[in-house]
Protein backbone atom coordinates (compact mmCIF):
# COMPACT_ATOMS: atom_id res chain seq x y z
CA UNK A 1 0.00 0.00 0.00
CA UNK A 2 0.71 3.73 -0.46
CA UNK A 3 1.12 6.30 2.44
CA UNK A 4 -1.81 8.31 2.92
CA UNK A 5 0.06 10.97 1.47
CA UNK A 6 3.46 12.96 0.53
CA UNK A 7 4.95 16.17 -0.16
CA UNK A 8 7.90 16.42 -1.34
CA UNK A 9 10.06 19.89 -0.79
CA UNK A 10 12.85 20.36 -3.82
CA UNK A 11 15.40 22.88 -3.69
CA UNK A 12 16.08 24.01 -7.27
CA UNK A 13 20.17 24.11 -7.54
CA UNK A 14 21.60 26.65 -10.19
CA UNK A 15 20.06 29.92 -9.72
CA UNK A 16 22.66 32.22 -10.07
CA UNK A 17 23.26 35.67 -7.53
CA UNK A 18 20.85 38.07 -8.89
CA UNK A 19 21.01 41.30 -9.54
CA UNK A 20 18.64 44.54 -10.19
CA UNK A 21 16.42 44.01 -12.85
CA UNK A 22 17.06 40.00 -13.42
CA UNK A 23 13.95 38.75 -14.43
CA UNK A 24 12.62 35.87 -11.54
CA UNK A 25 11.35 33.55 -14.40
CA UNK A 26 14.63 33.82 -16.11
CA UNK A 27 16.41 32.47 -13.60
CA UNK A 28 13.46 29.73 -12.49
CA UNK A 29 14.34 28.76 -16.19
CA UNK A 30 18.02 27.88 -15.56
CA UNK A 31 17.47 26.67 -12.22
CA UNK A 32 15.07 24.40 -13.50
CA UNK A 33 17.84 23.11 -16.40
CA UNK A 34 19.84 22.70 -13.74
CA UNK A 35 18.63 20.56 -11.56
CA UNK A 36 16.92 18.63 -14.17
CA UNK A 37 13.32 19.71 -12.69
CA UNK A 38 9.79 20.55 -14.71
CA UNK A 39 6.59 22.42 -13.34
CA UNK A 40 3.90 20.59 -12.70
CA UNK A 41 0.50 21.74 -12.43
CA UNK A 42 -0.41 21.77 -8.45
CA UNK A 43 3.23 22.73 -7.49
CA UNK A 44 4.10 25.41 -5.09
CA UNK A 45 7.37 27.75 -5.81
CA UNK A 46 8.81 29.04 -2.57
CA UNK A 47 10.88 32.25 -3.74
CA UNK A 48 13.24 33.14 -1.08
CA UNK A 49 12.40 36.91 -0.07
CA UNK A 50 15.81 38.04 -0.60
CA UNK A 51 16.10 37.26 -4.19
CA UNK A 52 12.33 38.92 -4.88
CA UNK A 53 14.16 42.38 -2.97
CA UNK A 54 17.60 42.03 -5.18
CA UNK A 55 15.56 41.80 -8.47
CA UNK A 56 13.52 44.76 -7.59
CA UNK A 57 16.37 46.56 -6.60
CA UNK A 58 15.41 47.24 -3.38
CA UNK A 59 18.90 47.63 -1.70
CA UNK A 60 19.92 50.80 -0.45
CA UNK A 61 23.43 52.40 -0.08
CA UNK A 62 23.96 53.50 4.11
CA UNK A 63 25.62 56.52 2.94
CA UNK A 64 22.43 58.13 1.01
CA UNK A 65 20.25 57.50 4.44
CA UNK A 66 19.86 61.16 5.96
CA UNK A 67 18.60 59.81 9.46
CA UNK A 68 15.58 61.79 11.42
CA UNK A 69 16.11 62.63 14.86
CA UNK A 70 13.70 59.91 15.80
CA UNK A 71 15.79 57.77 13.82
CA UNK A 72 18.65 58.88 16.12
CA UNK A 73 16.90 58.78 19.43
CA UNK A 74 15.75 55.28 18.70
CA UNK A 75 19.25 54.35 17.27
CA UNK A 76 20.65 55.43 20.70
CA UNK A 77 18.00 53.24 22.51
CA UNK A 78 18.41 50.05 20.35
CA UNK A 79 22.18 50.10 19.70
CA UNK A 80 21.47 50.13 16.05
CA UNK A 81 22.74 52.20 13.18
CA UNK A 82 20.51 55.35 12.85
CA UNK A 83 20.72 55.08 9.33
CA UNK A 84 19.48 51.81 9.21
CA UNK A 85 16.58 52.73 12.19
CA UNK A 86 16.01 55.43 9.60
CA UNK A 87 15.19 52.80 6.88
CA UNK A 88 12.98 50.49 9.11
CA UNK A 89 11.17 54.10 9.94
CA UNK A 90 10.41 54.44 6.54
CA UNK A 91 9.21 50.81 5.80
CA UNK A 92 6.93 50.79 9.23
CA UNK A 93 3.40 52.02 9.86
CA UNK A 94 4.54 51.98 14.39
CA UNK A 95 6.95 50.88 16.33
CA UNK A 96 5.71 48.07 18.31
CA UNK A 97 8.49 47.75 20.61
CA UNK A 98 12.20 48.40 21.26
CA UNK A 99 14.80 47.61 23.79
CA UNK A 100 18.94 47.03 23.31
CA UNK A 101 19.37 45.11 19.64
CA UNK A 102 15.57 45.19 19.15
CA UNK A 103 13.33 46.88 17.35
CA UNK A 104 9.80 45.57 16.41
CA UNK A 105 7.84 47.24 14.50
CA UNK A 106 4.52 46.64 12.26
CA UNK A 107 5.73 46.82 8.62
CA UNK A 108 3.60 49.12 6.12
CA UNK A 109 2.08 45.54 4.51
CA UNK A 110 1.14 45.02 8.24
CA UNK A 111 3.64 42.34 9.03
CA UNK A 112 4.39 42.84 12.75
CA UNK A 113 8.33 41.75 12.71
CA UNK A 114 11.93 42.96 14.09
CA UNK A 115 13.00 45.70 11.62
CA UNK A 116 10.84 46.15 9.24
CA UNK A 117 12.50 42.92 7.79
CA UNK A 118 15.53 45.55 6.47
CA UNK A 119 18.96 43.31 6.40
CA UNK A 120 22.53 43.18 5.93
CA UNK A 121 22.84 39.55 5.66
CA UNK A 122 23.72 37.48 2.42
CA UNK A 123 24.14 40.81 0.17
CA UNK A 124 27.04 42.33 -1.06
CA UNK A 125 29.26 44.47 0.54
CA UNK A 126 26.37 43.91 3.38
CA UNK A 127 28.05 46.74 5.60
CA UNK A 128 27.14 49.60 3.31
CA UNK A 129 24.08 48.07 1.76
CA UNK A 130 20.10 47.05 3.16
CA UNK A 131 17.94 45.32 1.30
CA UNK A 132 14.08 46.18 2.29
CA UNK A 133 11.44 44.05 1.32
CA UNK A 134 9.78 43.68 -1.40
CA UNK A 135 7.51 46.94 -2.46
CA UNK A 136 4.09 44.48 -2.88
CA UNK A 137 4.87 40.57 -2.09
CA UNK A 138 1.63 39.79 -3.33
CA UNK A 139 1.56 41.50 -6.50
CA UNK A 140 5.39 40.09 -7.33
CA UNK A 141 3.99 36.80 -6.26
CA UNK A 142 0.90 36.79 -8.91
CA UNK A 143 3.43 38.53 -11.62
CA UNK A 144 5.96 35.57 -11.33
CA UNK A 145 2.83 33.21 -11.57
CA UNK A 146 1.49 34.90 -14.77
CA UNK A 147 4.90 34.90 -16.21
CA UNK A 148 5.30 31.07 -15.15
CA UNK A 149 1.32 30.28 -16.71
CA UNK A 150 2.30 31.72 -20.13
CA UNK A 151 5.92 30.48 -20.54
CA UNK A 152 5.09 26.70 -19.52
CA UNK A 153 1.14 26.62 -19.49
CA UNK A 154 0.98 25.20 -15.88
CA UNK A 155 -0.30 26.77 -12.59
CA UNK A 156 1.77 27.26 -9.85
CA UNK A 157 1.02 28.81 -6.88
CA UNK A 158 4.13 31.12 -5.72
CA UNK A 159 5.29 32.29 -2.26
CA UNK A 160 7.53 33.86 -0.86
CA UNK A 161 9.21 33.49 2.34
CA UNK A 162 10.87 35.16 5.20
CA UNK A 163 12.07 34.30 8.34
CA UNK A 164 10.92 35.93 11.40
CA UNK A 165 10.95 35.24 15.09
CA UNK A 166 8.09 34.96 17.42
CA UNK A 167 6.75 36.09 20.29
CA UNK A 168 7.15 33.66 23.14
CA UNK A 169 9.29 31.31 20.76
CA UNK A 170 12.83 30.86 20.71
CA UNK A 171 14.24 31.03 16.88
CA UNK A 172 13.41 32.12 13.48
CA UNK A 173 10.84 30.16 11.53
CA UNK A 174 10.02 30.51 7.52
CA UNK A 175 6.88 32.47 7.04
CA UNK A 176 4.80 33.82 4.30
CA UNK A 177 4.78 37.31 3.03
CA UNK A 178 3.33 37.06 -0.24
CA UNK A 179 0.90 34.54 -2.23
CA UNK A 180 -0.64 33.95 -5.17
CA UNK A 181 -2.63 31.27 -6.37
CA UNK A 182 -3.87 29.42 -2.85
CA UNK A 183 -5.33 30.81 0.15
CA UNK A 184 -2.84 31.70 2.53
CA UNK A 185 -5.51 31.26 5.07
CA UNK A 186 -7.27 27.99 5.12
CA UNK A 187 -10.70 27.95 6.77
CA UNK A 188 -11.68 25.03 8.16
CA UNK A 189 -14.94 26.08 10.26
CA UNK A 190 -17.45 24.30 9.85
CA UNK A 191 -15.80 21.37 8.78
CA UNK A 192 -16.72 18.31 11.40
CA UNK A 193 -13.86 16.68 13.13
CA UNK A 194 -12.52 12.83 13.30
CA UNK A 195 -16.31 12.31 15.17
CA UNK A 196 -18.29 14.41 13.99
CA UNK A 197 -18.12 17.30 16.81
CA UNK A 198 -17.13 21.24 15.12
CA UNK A 199 -13.90 21.93 14.85
CA UNK A 200 -12.64 24.45 17.87
CA UNK A 201 -9.42 25.31 15.58
CA UNK A 202 -10.70 27.38 12.67
CA UNK A 203 -8.17 28.69 10.39
CA UNK A 204 -5.13 27.60 9.44
CA UNK A 205 -2.16 29.35 8.77
CA UNK A 206 -1.11 27.16 5.43
CA UNK A 207 0.96 29.55 3.07
CA UNK A 208 3.09 29.93 6.63
CA UNK A 209 3.66 26.56 6.94
CA UNK A 210 4.75 25.83 3.11
CA UNK A 211 7.22 28.77 3.97
CA UNK A 212 8.14 27.08 6.73
CA UNK A 213 8.67 23.27 5.05
CA UNK A 214 10.37 25.24 2.41
CA UNK A 215 13.04 27.10 4.73
CA UNK A 216 13.89 23.53 6.06
CA UNK A 217 15.95 23.32 2.33
CA UNK A 218 16.64 26.45 2.42
CA UNK A 219 18.67 26.40 5.16
CA UNK A 220 20.16 29.89 6.17
CA UNK A 221 23.71 30.23 6.59
CA UNK A 222 24.85 30.58 3.26
CA UNK A 223 23.99 28.13 1.22
CA UNK A 224 22.34 29.89 -1.34
CA UNK A 225 19.03 28.07 -2.57
CA UNK A 226 16.40 30.80 -3.32
CA UNK A 227 13.81 28.59 -4.78
CA UNK A 228 12.20 25.66 -3.75
CA UNK A 229 9.12 23.60 -5.32
CA UNK A 230 6.46 22.17 -3.20
CA UNK A 231 5.04 18.93 -4.74
CA UNK A 232 2.41 16.60 -3.60
CA UNK A 233 -0.28 19.16 -1.71
CA UNK A 234 -3.95 19.08 -2.58
CA UNK A 235 -5.11 21.37 -5.25
CA UNK A 236 -5.79 24.56 -3.77
CA UNK A 237 -9.30 25.44 -3.50
CA UNK A 238 -8.85 29.36 -4.05
CA UNK A 239 -6.45 32.28 -4.83
CA UNK A 240 -5.27 34.46 -1.37
CA UNK A 241 -2.68 36.44 -0.94
CA UNK A 242 -0.34 36.81 2.19
CA UNK A 243 -2.55 39.51 3.64
CA UNK A 244 -5.00 37.11 4.99
CA UNK A 245 -2.53 36.17 7.60
CA UNK A 246 -1.92 39.46 8.89
CA UNK A 247 -4.12 39.94 12.36
CA UNK A 248 -5.37 43.34 12.49
CA UNK A 249 -4.49 45.85 15.25
CA UNK A 250 -7.54 45.66 17.00
CA UNK A 251 -8.11 42.37 17.00
CA UNK A 252 -4.74 41.46 18.45
CA UNK A 253 -4.21 41.05 22.19
CA UNK A 254 -0.43 41.07 22.19
CA UNK A 255 -0.46 44.57 20.46
CA UNK B 1 21.68 17.33 -12.37
CA UNK B 2 20.06 16.59 -9.21
CA UNK B 3 18.00 19.14 -6.90
CA UNK B 4 19.74 21.34 -4.50
CA UNK B 5 18.78 19.27 -1.90
CA UNK B 6 15.49 17.27 -0.94
CA UNK B 7 12.75 16.59 1.69
CA UNK B 8 10.23 14.21 1.50
CA UNK B 9 6.89 14.02 4.42
CA UNK B 10 5.38 10.65 4.50
CA UNK B 11 2.06 10.58 6.01
CA UNK B 12 1.34 6.87 7.20
CA UNK B 13 -1.54 5.32 6.53
CA UNK B 14 -3.17 2.75 8.92
CA UNK B 15 -2.67 4.20 12.13
CA UNK B 16 -5.91 2.81 13.96
CA UNK B 17 -7.52 5.21 16.88
CA UNK B 18 -5.99 5.30 19.90
CA UNK B 19 -6.97 4.36 23.24
CA UNK B 20 -5.30 4.51 26.56
CA UNK B 21 -2.56 2.32 26.95
CA UNK B 22 -1.25 1.72 23.31
CA UNK B 23 1.95 1.27 23.06
CA UNK B 24 3.36 4.01 19.99
CA UNK B 25 5.82 1.65 19.00
CA UNK B 26 3.12 -0.84 17.97
CA UNK B 27 1.24 1.59 16.44
CA UNK B 28 4.15 2.99 14.08
CA UNK B 29 4.94 -0.80 13.00
CA UNK B 30 1.20 -1.58 12.23
CA UNK B 31 1.46 2.02 10.17
CA UNK B 32 4.88 1.07 8.61
CA UNK B 33 3.59 -1.87 7.29
CA UNK B 34 -0.17 -0.64 5.97
CA UNK B 35 2.03 2.20 4.21
CA UNK B 36 4.61 -0.07 2.88
CA UNK B 37 7.53 1.69 4.14
CA UNK B 38 10.59 1.15 6.59
CA UNK B 39 12.17 3.36 8.86
CA UNK B 40 15.53 4.58 7.65
CA UNK B 41 18.69 6.47 9.48
CA UNK B 42 18.18 9.98 9.43
CA UNK B 43 14.33 9.77 9.59
CA UNK B 44 12.07 12.16 11.91
CA UNK B 45 8.88 10.90 13.00
CA UNK B 46 6.53 13.22 13.57
CA UNK B 47 3.66 12.06 15.96
CA UNK B 48 0.07 14.49 16.67
CA UNK B 49 -0.06 15.32 20.17
CA UNK B 50 -3.41 14.28 20.08
CA UNK B 51 -2.77 10.52 19.83
CA UNK B 52 0.46 10.69 22.44
CA UNK B 53 -1.94 12.09 25.05
CA UNK B 54 -4.67 9.37 24.05
CA UNK B 55 -2.12 6.56 24.71
CA UNK B 56 -0.73 8.23 27.48
CA UNK B 57 -4.68 8.43 29.01
CA UNK B 58 -5.03 12.16 29.35
CA UNK B 59 -8.59 12.03 28.80
CA UNK B 60 -10.42 13.34 31.42
CA UNK B 61 -14.43 13.21 32.03
CA UNK B 62 -15.64 17.26 32.80
CA UNK B 63 -18.17 15.72 34.92
CA UNK B 64 -15.40 14.45 37.43
CA UNK B 65 -14.48 18.05 37.15
CA UNK B 66 -14.95 20.82 40.11
CA UNK B 67 -14.31 24.46 39.09
CA UNK B 68 -12.40 26.55 41.41
CA UNK B 69 -13.73 30.18 42.00
CA UNK B 70 -11.15 31.30 40.03
CA UNK B 71 -12.42 29.32 37.21
CA UNK B 72 -15.97 30.07 37.78
CA UNK B 73 -14.83 33.96 37.35
CA UNK B 74 -12.42 33.19 34.42
CA UNK B 75 -15.06 31.24 32.53
CA UNK B 76 -17.47 33.76 32.54
CA UNK B 77 -15.16 36.38 31.39
CA UNK B 78 -14.57 34.32 28.39
CA UNK B 79 -17.42 32.59 28.18
CA UNK B 80 -16.03 28.71 28.94
CA UNK B 81 -17.25 26.16 30.37
CA UNK B 82 -16.20 26.72 33.90
CA UNK B 83 -15.17 23.17 33.82
CA UNK B 84 -12.78 23.12 31.36
CA UNK B 85 -11.14 26.41 32.35
CA UNK B 86 -10.51 24.38 35.51
CA UNK B 87 -8.83 21.86 33.45
CA UNK B 88 -6.68 24.66 31.67
CA UNK B 89 -5.63 26.36 35.32
CA UNK B 90 -4.52 23.05 36.59
CA UNK B 91 -2.11 23.03 33.66
CA UNK B 92 -1.29 26.63 33.39
CA UNK B 93 1.41 28.10 35.73
CA UNK B 94 0.43 31.57 34.38
CA UNK B 95 -2.94 33.42 33.10
CA UNK B 96 -1.51 35.56 30.06
CA UNK B 97 -4.31 37.56 28.40
CA UNK B 98 -8.28 36.52 28.58
CA UNK B 99 -11.23 37.87 26.55
CA UNK B 100 -14.11 36.75 25.31
CA UNK B 101 -13.70 33.29 24.00
CA UNK B 102 -10.15 33.60 24.13
CA UNK B 103 -7.79 32.34 27.26
CA UNK B 104 -4.16 32.28 26.56
CA UNK B 105 -1.73 31.07 29.32
CA UNK B 106 1.71 29.63 29.92
CA UNK B 107 1.85 26.21 29.79
CA UNK B 108 3.28 24.49 32.91
CA UNK B 109 5.73 23.34 30.32
CA UNK B 110 6.44 26.59 29.15
CA UNK B 111 4.84 27.17 26.14
CA UNK B 112 2.22 30.47 25.62
CA UNK B 113 -0.63 28.80 24.31
CA UNK B 114 -4.48 29.16 24.16
CA UNK B 115 -6.33 26.61 26.53
CA UNK B 116 -3.16 25.24 27.71
CA UNK B 117 -3.92 22.80 24.76
CA UNK B 118 -6.80 21.33 26.36
CA UNK B 119 -8.90 20.14 23.21
CA UNK B 120 -12.22 18.63 22.63
CA UNK B 121 -11.60 18.23 19.43
CA UNK B 122 -10.92 14.54 17.81
CA UNK B 123 -11.62 13.15 20.86
CA UNK B 124 -14.73 10.43 20.84
CA UNK B 125 -17.78 12.36 22.62
CA UNK B 126 -16.20 15.32 22.56
CA UNK B 127 -18.91 17.02 24.48
CA UNK B 128 -18.22 15.50 27.87
CA UNK B 129 -14.43 14.40 27.86
CA UNK B 130 -11.25 16.88 27.26
CA UNK B 131 -8.09 15.95 26.35
CA UNK B 132 -4.73 17.51 27.90
CA UNK B 133 -0.84 17.78 26.84
CA UNK B 134 1.32 14.65 27.32
CA UNK B 135 2.53 15.30 30.86
CA UNK B 136 6.39 15.65 29.58
CA UNK B 137 6.06 15.43 25.50
CA UNK B 138 9.95 15.37 25.36
CA UNK B 139 9.93 12.74 27.42
CA UNK B 140 7.72 11.03 25.07
CA UNK B 141 9.80 11.77 21.93
CA UNK B 142 12.57 10.16 24.03
CA UNK B 143 11.00 7.14 24.78
CA UNK B 144 9.50 6.48 21.62
CA UNK B 145 12.61 7.26 20.20
CA UNK B 146 13.98 4.37 22.04
CA UNK B 147 12.04 1.87 21.73
CA UNK B 148 12.61 2.75 17.70
CA UNK B 149 16.46 2.09 17.76
CA UNK B 150 15.81 -1.03 19.92
CA UNK B 151 12.94 -2.83 17.72
CA UNK B 152 14.22 -1.54 14.24
CA UNK B 153 18.14 -0.82 15.03
CA UNK B 154 17.75 2.53 13.32
CA UNK B 155 18.62 6.12 14.67
CA UNK B 156 15.10 8.26 14.25
CA UNK B 157 14.39 11.70 15.42
CA UNK B 158 10.93 12.11 17.45
CA UNK B 159 8.73 15.25 17.23
CA UNK B 160 5.54 16.05 19.16
CA UNK B 161 3.55 18.38 16.91
CA UNK B 162 0.54 20.59 17.82
CA UNK B 163 -1.60 23.34 16.20
CA UNK B 164 -0.61 27.21 17.60
CA UNK B 165 -2.17 30.64 17.18
CA UNK B 166 0.25 33.11 16.87
CA UNK B 167 0.72 36.45 17.79
CA UNK B 168 0.12 38.96 15.44
CA UNK B 169 -1.06 36.43 12.46
CA UNK B 170 -3.81 34.85 11.46
CA UNK B 171 -4.46 31.01 11.89
CA UNK B 172 -3.05 28.10 13.49
CA UNK B 173 0.69 26.52 12.85
CA UNK B 174 1.81 23.16 13.25
CA UNK B 175 4.97 23.46 16.11
CA UNK B 176 6.86 20.88 18.12
CA UNK B 177 6.53 20.35 21.75
CA UNK B 178 8.30 17.74 22.24
CA UNK B 179 11.72 16.64 20.68
CA UNK B 180 14.53 14.12 20.71
CA UNK B 181 17.25 12.75 18.95
CA UNK B 182 17.55 16.60 17.15
CA UNK B 183 18.26 19.67 17.75
CA UNK B 184 14.83 22.13 18.44
CA UNK B 185 17.07 24.95 18.08
CA UNK B 186 19.27 25.03 15.04
CA UNK B 187 22.15 27.48 16.30
CA UNK B 188 23.87 29.81 13.21
CA UNK B 189 25.57 32.02 14.93
CA UNK B 190 28.83 32.90 13.97
CA UNK B 191 28.47 31.05 10.76
CA UNK B 192 29.42 33.01 7.68
CA UNK B 193 26.70 34.27 5.00
CA UNK B 194 26.95 34.22 1.38
CA UNK B 195 29.10 37.12 1.66
CA UNK B 196 31.60 36.37 4.72
CA UNK B 197 29.61 38.81 6.81
CA UNK B 198 28.78 37.08 10.18
CA UNK B 199 24.66 35.91 9.96
CA UNK B 200 22.70 37.88 12.19
CA UNK B 201 19.53 35.58 12.86
CA UNK B 202 21.13 33.50 14.94
CA UNK B 203 19.05 30.90 15.58
CA UNK B 204 16.32 28.80 13.76
CA UNK B 205 13.40 26.97 15.21
CA UNK B 206 14.13 24.14 13.20
CA UNK B 207 11.86 21.33 15.21
CA UNK B 208 9.23 23.99 14.85
CA UNK B 209 9.72 23.82 11.00
CA UNK B 210 9.42 20.32 10.84
CA UNK B 211 6.43 20.66 12.69
CA UNK B 212 4.78 22.94 10.31
CA UNK B 213 6.00 20.72 7.36
CA UNK B 214 4.35 17.40 9.14
CA UNK B 215 1.10 19.05 9.73
CA UNK B 216 0.46 20.45 6.03
CA UNK B 217 0.54 16.46 5.34
CA UNK B 218 -1.66 15.90 8.59
CA UNK B 219 -4.19 17.98 7.79
CA UNK B 220 -6.52 19.78 10.41
CA UNK B 221 -10.32 17.90 9.46
CA UNK B 222 -10.87 14.58 10.35
CA UNK B 223 -7.86 13.25 7.95
CA UNK B 224 -7.20 11.14 10.49
CA UNK B 225 -3.13 10.88 9.51
CA UNK B 226 -1.30 11.62 12.88
CA UNK B 227 2.20 10.27 11.85
CA UNK B 228 4.39 12.09 9.40
CA UNK B 229 8.08 10.48 8.67
CA UNK B 230 10.31 14.02 7.53
CA UNK B 231 12.83 11.94 5.31
CA UNK B 232 16.05 13.92 3.88
CA UNK B 233 17.00 16.16 6.62
CA UNK B 234 20.65 16.81 6.94
CA UNK B 235 22.49 14.49 10.11
CA UNK B 236 21.59 16.27 13.28
CA UNK B 237 24.13 18.07 14.90
CA UNK B 238 23.25 17.02 18.63
CA UNK B 239 20.31 15.87 20.73
CA UNK B 240 18.00 18.42 21.98
CA UNK B 241 14.62 18.28 23.30
CA UNK B 242 11.31 21.14 22.57
CA UNK B 243 12.11 23.14 25.92
CA UNK B 244 14.67 25.23 24.07
CA UNK B 245 12.18 26.96 21.97
CA UNK B 246 10.47 28.20 24.72
CA UNK B 247 11.67 31.61 25.56
CA UNK B 248 11.85 32.65 29.12
CA UNK B 249 9.24 35.40 30.96
CA UNK B 250 11.94 37.87 31.35
CA UNK B 251 13.39 37.53 27.70
CA UNK B 252 10.17 38.33 26.20
CA UNK B 253 8.96 41.96 25.04
CA UNK B 254 5.56 40.64 24.76
CA UNK B 255 4.30 39.43 28.45
Known amino acids: MEPAGSISLLALAGVPLVQRG ?14 GQA ?20 RVRLADVVPSPR ?3 LASLTGKDARLVELV ?5 EVVRHARDVLIVEHRLGFVMANAGVDQSNIEDGDQWALLLPVDPDESCRRLRACIQE ?53 VGHA ?4 AAASLV ?20 RDGSARELVRRKQMDLFR
Do not use: Y
Request: proline share 4%.
Open 71 to 73: AIE
Open 151 to 203: RWDVDVAVVINDSHGRAFRNGVVGVSIGAAGLPALLDLRGEPDLFGRQLRITQ
Open 39 to 58: LRHGDVLVVAQKIVSKSEGR
Open 22 to 35: DDLVDLLAAALRTS
Open 89 to 93: LSESS
Open 218 to 237: MGQAGDGVPMVLCRGLRPPS
Open 208 to 211: DEIA
